[in-house]
C-alpha cells in the first residue's frame, strides 16, 4: 500500500507501493507480518503497510496504489523535502531564533508573513498548490510526515526523536534553560513550522479557496458558534467527558527486538479503555494540527526523549503530560466533539482504528477550510472591526507569552535553588550542629547531656528540614510550571493562527483592485468579508474559550502553590518548635 | 617622658626623652599641649608624653627619664624590631598560614615550640632576656606594643589599623572567608604573635623564673582556687556585674583635624559612666593578654577598620562587639576581679586614669609569672595527670575549634544565600505574577478583576517575603555567627596557653638531668612539679569556667535561634494563607 524501507539489519523487507507479496506468516506480533516478494526475499513489514487483496481472496497482499500515483508520489516527496530544506534556512534567519512572536514586535503586516513564510512567495506557494492540489493524498501518506530518513511505521518514537532536551525538573544544572527551550521545541517550531513545512501551500492558497469558492460546501459537520454573555462563543456540548491515562506498560514487538510504552485512555463517558502507544498521539496532534490548527490552538505533546526513554520517573512524568494535554482535548468543544478525537478513542478493534485513522488522513476539511464549517449566528462585521479584534488577541496572547516565559524562567532558577544549593546547606547547617554536639559531648564536663542531645536533634531537623525543601518543588511549583508549560504551548500557536487571519485579512483589503480589474465581482468581495468574519468569530469564540479556561486553570494552580507553601512553612515552623522544646530551660 | 615624633605637616613637634620643653598653652584640647623646645621650635606634644617638672615649678616639663635610661631604650628598641623581623618571617614559615592549631597536629612537642617560637632558640631568648630583664620598663613604655612607625599616642586607631578585613555581614560576596579571616586576624595571629614577637623572652624565661625561683614572692593580689562539684575552680565574687557599652559618640581634637568615636561606659555595679575610645579598649586587650594570657584565654577585640570608621552600621556593629567583650570580662571572676579591669571601669578623672593605666604598665606580674599568684587548695598532682589534663584540654579545644569553625562557614555561606539570591528569586516570582495579573487584566474578558487582584496580592506577598528573608539573618543568624565568633577567639588563644603548659612539663621532664647534673637540687625539682600543677589546676579551673559558660551560651543562642526561625516560617505561612484566601473560589 505504501513503500517501506527496510531497516539493514533489522530482519526487514522493503516493499514498493503496488508490489504483491506473498504472505508467510500473517502476525508476527507488535504490528508486523512476514512475506515474501517476488524475488523471493523474506522479513518483516508493518501490517498497514500492505492490504489484503481481496480480488482473488488469497494469501497475498499488495499495495493499494497504482504506478501513476507513484510517480505523482515521487514527484511530492521531493518538492517536500524542498520545502523542508528552505525552510530550515529561513527559520535560522529568524532574528531571535524559535521565537514566533519576532515577526509579531514588528509593526509592518508583511514582516510576518516573511518571516513565517506565510505569502512571502505567493506565485510559489501557489505553484506548489498545484503539485498538492489534494492535501488528504500528500497528507493521507504517513511518510508525508515523517522525518526524510523515516521507514519503519512503527518505530516513530526513535525516528522522530530530537536531539533529548531535558524538562526543566531533570537536571536542574544543566537544563538553565530548559523551560524556554522545552516551550519551544515543538510548541513553536514544530507547532508553527509543520504546517508550514511540511504542507506546502497551507496558509495562502487554502485561504484563497476559503475566501473566493463561490459556493463553500456545505459538510456535514457543523461547528456552530453563538453569541453568548462573553460575546461570540463555541456551543458546549451538554455533557462532557474526560479520558483517564494510566497504566503505561512496556510492550515489545519484533520478537523483543523493539520496546515500546503502551498507555491505557479511557474516556469517563464510555468507561471503555482503548490503548494507544505515544506515536498515536503523536499521530492525533498532527492530524488535529492540520484540521484545527488555524482555529484553535492544539498544544504540542510533551517531548520525546531517547535515551532513558523508559526509565520510571520519566514514564510517569510524560504520562502525567500526555493526561494534561488529553484532559485539554477533551475540554475543549469543538475538538472533543470531533470524528477525528472521537473515533481515537472509541475504536472497537485494530481494524476500526486503522479505517478511522486513513478515513481521518483523507479528511478534505483542514487547514483554514475549517472555517467553511463554521456558520456564526451573528451580524456581520466590518474589516475594521475584524482587525481590531486580531490585534487585539494578537496583543494579549503575545504579553501572556512575556508573562508565562518570565514566570517560568524564574520558576526554573527557583526550582534549581530549591532542589540544589539549598538543600545542600540545610543539610550542612544540619551536620555543622550534629558535630558540635559530638565535640561538646567529648568535653568530660558534667550535665550537658540534655543540651548535646538537643543539639543533635536540631541537627537532624535541619536535615529533615532539607528533604522537605527538596522534596517541595514536586508539590507546588511542578504544578506550576506545568501549567504555564501547557499555555506556553497554546501561546506558541497564535502566531500561526493569528498569521492565518491577517493573511485573510490582507486578501480582503487588496480585493478592491481585483474588483477593479474585474477579476472579481463585487459579490465575491462581500464574501470575502463574510468569510472573514467568520474567521474573526471563531477567533473570538476560541479566545473566550481560552479566557475561562485561563481564569480556571491560574486561579486553580496558584491556590495550589499558595496552600502547598503555607503548608511547607508550617511544616518547617512546627519541626523548628518540636526541636526547640528539647533544649533544656536554664 | 617618652619620644615622641612629630608628624610633619601636622604642626606637631618631635621631642626625646630627657628634653625639656617650655610650655606655651597647656591645653590645646584632646590631650595635646602647645610647647616650645630648646632650638625655639614650637609645636604641639601629646600631654601625657610629657610630665610637668616639679622640681622648679615653672612653666616647664621635661621627660623623666635619665640619659642612661635613654640608651637602655635604644638598645631596648632595637632588639624588638629584630625580633619583630624574625617573628614575621617565622610566622611566613608555618605551613598552614596563620593557623594556630597546626602545630598541635604534629605529635612531637618539639613542634610546638619551633612552630610557635617558643624555646625555639631557649639560649637567644635568655640572652635577650638579660636585656629586657625588667618587664616593666620595656613594657611601660607606649612605644614598646606599637608599631615601629608611631609615635602618636592620641592616634592608636589610625596608626595600627590593619588592611580592612570585612566582617561577614558587611561583603557577602567578597568575605568567602570573613568568617575564618576575621577569627584569625587577632585572636590567632595577634593573640597568638604578640607577646611573643613584642615581648622577647615572654614565655621561656618568664616560665624558668616561674618553675625556679627559690621563693616566690607573695603578692598582695591572690588569685584563689578551689575545688568544687565540676573539679578544680575560680573563686567566683559574691556580686557581679556587667558593663553596658553604649552611646557612641564622634569626637575631634587638633582642632577637627582628627576624629574617633568614643563609647560610654557603664558598670552594672556603680551605674557610674565613664568614657574610652577603641584605642582604650585595645591597650585593656594588650594588658590583660600580658598578665592573664597564659592562663585565660582573652579574646581578641572586635576588627578595627580605617575606611567607613563612621558609617552608622559599622559603629553599631562595633559596639555590639565590645558590647560582647566587655561582658565576656565581666563575667570571668579572675579578670573582673582584677586590679586593671576595675581601674578601666571606675576611674574618676582623666589623672587617675592615666595614673591606674602607667601602674598597670609597670605591672610585673605578668607572662607565666601569674601563676604565682594561684593557691590551689588541692593535692598535688602528678606529672602524668597534668600532662593528661592538658592533652584532654589540646584535643577538645582544637575538636571544639573545627566544629565552630564549621558552623562558621556555613553560616556565612547561608547568610549570603539568605541576604543574596534567595530574596531576588523571591522578589522575582512577586513580579513575575504582578506581570501576570496585569496582562491578565488587559484580557477583556469579564469578571476576573477579583482573580486578577488576588494575584496581585500574591505577588506583593512574595515580595514581602524577599524582603523577610532578607532581614531575618541579623534576627537569628547574626546572633549564632556572634557567638561562635567569640568562641573563635577564645579558642585561637589555646594553642598559645597549651604551649606554656607543654613548655613547663619538658622543662619538669628535663630536670632530672638538670638533678643529676646538680644543677639544680630535688627540692627545686619538687617544686618544679607543685608549681606545673598549679598551672594545671588553672586549667582545669578554666577549663571548667569555660564549659559552664559555653553550656550556657549555646544552649541560649541555639534556642533564640530555633525560636526566631520558628516565627519567621509561621510568619510567612500567615502571609501566604492571608494571600490564599483573596483567591475567588469557583
Redesign the interface.
Known amino acids: 500500500m505504501y513503500d517501506f524501507s527496510a531497516e539493514p539489519g533489522n530482519n526487514e523487507l522493503t516493499v514498493n507501493e503496488g508490489e504483491i507479496i506473498t504472505i508467510t506468516n500473517p502476525d508476527v506480533g507488535g504490528g508486523w507480518l512476514e512475506g515474501r516478494n517476488s524475488k523471493g526475499e523474506r522479513g518483516l513489514v508493518p501490517t498497514d503497510y500492505v492490504e489484503i487483496l481481496p480480488s482473488d481472496g488469497k494469501d497475498q497482499f499488495a499495495c493499494g496504489n497504482s504506478v501513476a500515483d507513484q510517480a505523482f508520489f515521487d514527484s511530492l516527496s521531493a518538492s517536500t523535502a524542498q520545502a523542508n530544506a528552505s525552510a530550515a534556512n529561513s527559520s535560522n534567519q529568524v532574528s531571535s531564533g524559535s521565537d514566533p512572536w519576532s515577526a509579531w514586535n514588528a509593526s509592518k503586516p508583511a514582516n510576518w508573513e516573511s518571516s513565517d513564510g506565510w505569502g512571502a512567495k505567493p506565485e510559489g506557494a501557489a505553484a506548489q498548490r498545484s503539485a498538492a492540489n489534494n492535501w488528504d493524498s500528500a497528507f493521507g501518506h504517513p511518510q508525508a510526515y515523517q522525518g526524510p530518513a523515516t521507514g519503519d511505521d512503527d518505530d516513530w518514537d526513535e525516528d522522530w526523536d530530537e536531539p533529548k532536551s531535558s524538562p526543566y525538573f531533570k537536571d536542574p544544572e544543566s537544563a538553565e534553560a530548559g523551560g524556554a527551550q522545552r516551550g519551544n521545541s515543538r510548541a513553536s517550531s514544530s507547532s508553527m513550522k509543520l504546517p508550514l513545512n511540511k504542507f506546502p501551500g497551507f496558509a495562502k492558497p487554502g485561504m484563497e479557496q476559503y475566501l473566493l469558492a463561490k459556493q463553500l460546501a456545505k459538510p456535514k459537520e457543523k461547528i456552530p458558534i453563538i453569541v453568548g454573555?462573553?460575546g461570540p462563543m463555541w456551543v458546549y456540548p451538554s455533557s462532557t467527558f474526560d479520558c483517564v491515562v494510566a497504566d503505561p506498560r512496556k510492550g515489545s514487538k519484533m520478537y523483543g527486538l523493539k520496546s515500546y510504552i503502551e498507555y491505557q485512555l479511557t474516556p469517563t463517558n464510555t468507561n471503555r479503555s482503548v490503548n494507544h502507544r505515544y506515536k498515536h498521539f503523536d499521530w492525533l496532534y498532527e492530524r488535529l494540527l492540520v484540521k484545527f490548527g488555524s482555529a484553535i490552538p492544539i498544544p504540542s505533546l510533551p517531548d520525546k526523549q531517547v535515551t532513558g526513554r523508559f526509565e520510571e520517573e520519566f514514564i510517569k512524568m510524560r504520562m502525567e503530560r500526555l493526561q494534561a494535554w488529553m484532559t485539554r482535548m477533551c475540554r475543549h468543544p469543538v475538538i472533543s466533539e470531533s470524528e477525528v478525537f472521537q473515533q481515537f478513542l472509541n475504536f472497537r478493534d485494530e481494524k476500526e482504528w486503522k479505517t478511522g485513522k486513513r478515513k481521518a488522513e483523507k479528511d478534505e476539511l483542514v487547514g483554514v477550510m475549517i472555517f467553511s464549517t463554521m456558520e456564526p449566528e451573528a451580524p456581520d462585521l466590518d474589516l475594521v472591526e475584524i482587525e481590531q479584534k486580531c490585534d487585539?488577541v494578537g496583543?494579549?496572547t503575545k504579553?501572556?507569552d512575556?508573562?508565562?516565559k518570565?514566570?517560568l524562567n524564574?520558576?526554573q532558577?527557583?526550582w534549581k535553588?530549591c532542589t540544589g544549593?539549598?538543600p545542600k546547606?540545610y543539610q550542612?547547617?544540619g551536620?555543622?550542629?550534629q558535630?558540635?554536639a559530638?565535640?561538646?559531648s567529648?568535653?568530660?564536663?558534667?550535665?550537658?547531656t540534655d543540651?548535646n542531645d538537643?543539639?543533635t536533634e536540631?541537627g537532624k531537623t535541619y536535615e529533615e528540614i532539607a528533604s522537605l525543601v527538596a522534596e517541595q518543588p514536586k508539590k507546588d511549583l511542578h504544578f506550576l510550571m506545568e501549567c504555564n508549560h501547557e499555555y506556553k504551548g497554546f501561546l506558541g500557536c497564535f502566531p500561526d493562527i493569528l498569521g492565518a487571519h491577517k493573511g485573510a485579512i490582507e486578501k480582503v483589503k487588496e480585493s478592491d483592485k481585483l474588483v477593479a480589474t474585474s477579476k472579481i465581482t463585487p459579490q465575491d468581495k462581500q464574501n470575502m468579508v463574510k468569510r472573514v468574519g467568520t474567521m474573526s468569530y471563531a477567533l473570538q469564540a476560541e479566545m473566550?474559550h481560552f479566557?475561562?479556561n485561563?481564569?480556571?486553570d491560574?486561579?486553580?494552580v496558584?491556590?495550589l502553590y499558595?496552600?502547598q507553601?503555607?503548608?511547607?512553612?508550617?511544616t518547617?515552623?512546627q519541626k523548628?518548635?518540636q526541636?526547640?522544646g528539647r533544649?533544656?530551660v536554664?
Chains 1, 2 share one sequence.
Open positions: 454573555d462573553y487585539a496583543k494579549f504579553a501572556m512575556d508573562g508565562v518570565e514566570l524564574v520558576g532558577e527557583h535553588r544549593p539549598l546547606e550542612k547547617i551536620k555543622a550542629l558535630s558540635l559530638t565535640v561538646f567529648s568535653s568530660g564536663y558534667q550535665g550537658e543540651l538537643a543539639i536540631a473566550n479566557h475561562s485561563r481564569i480556571y491560574y486561579n486553580s496558584i491556590r499558595l496552600e507553601q503555607a503548608q511547607f512553612y508550617e518547617i515552623a523548628l518548635r526541636a526547640l533544649f533544656p536554664m
